[in-house]
């Protein structure tokens, strides 16, 4: 006999805004599950959520919306990507190949998500005078200090239509 697992629904209360058109009305066309690794207490965990589907009434793009505890394309939960990046290995069961994959990742991506933050405030004094320290010390100084960090920045990302959905195996030419 089969047992039921149960399915988190999400639903964002922030009102719709298409990141490709600045749309503000979309239609739910349907859901599809996501299956989510949690580690609590040290022990993983799948759960899966199930995200909604909307189309963009402007433009007619389809867009997954996703909690804050996601990151696109990943399979584990941004708590555990954010603990392994501050080198709280220990409060994650993972491979170390997935822990390799992961930093290689973040260090691929930060200059992009250092770029996405340094356009969106107001002042580009950043520019002028680079924040010290690591990547990692100068993404937090736009985003806090605090737990959930990463999650902040992805989500502005994705929320500008800037987050990059794919990388090329080969080089054309």
């Given at each position: 006999m089969k047992t039921l697992k149960p399915v988190f629904f999400v639903r964002s209360l922030e009102p719709f805004c298409c990141p490709c058109c600045r749309g503000e009305k979309a239609t739910v066309i349907g859901s599809r599950n996501r299956k989510i690794i949690?580690?609590?207490?040290?022990?993983?965990?799948?759960?899966?959520?199930?995200?909604?589907?909307?189309?963009?009434?402007?433009?007619?793009?389809?867009h997954h919306e996703l909690p804050g505890s996601v990151i696109?394309?990943?399979?584990?939960?941004?708590?555990?990507?954010?603990?392994?990046?501050?080198?709280?290995?220990?409060?994650?069961?993972?491979?170390?190949?997935?822990?390799?994959?992961w930093v290689s990742w973040f260090?691929?991506?930060?200059?992009?998500?250092?770029g996405v933050l340094?356009?969106?405030?107001?002042?580009?004094?950043?520019?002028?005078?680079?924040?010290?320290?690591?990547?990692?010390?100068?993404?937090?100084?736009?985003?806090?200090?605090?737990t959930g960090w990463l999650s902040r920045v992805v989500h502005q990302a994705v929320k500008q239509n800037l987050w990059v959905q794919t990388r090329s195996a080969f080089s054309a030419g």
């Open positions: 949690e580690t609590s207490e040290g022990n993983p965990q799948t759960k899966t959520i199930r995200i909604r589907r909307l189309k963009c009434e402007s433009c007619s793009r389809i696109p394309y990943k399979r584990h939960a941004v708590k555990s990507v954010e603990a392994v990046l501050e080198g709280n290995i220990s409060l994650v069961i993972v491979e170390n190949s997935t822990i390799r994959r260090d691929g991506l930060t200059c992009h998500l250092l340094n356009t969106m405030t107001k002042d580009n004094t950043v520019e002028k005078t680079p924040f010290p320290g690591t990547r990692l010390q100068r993404l937090r100084q736009y985003v806090g200090e605090t």
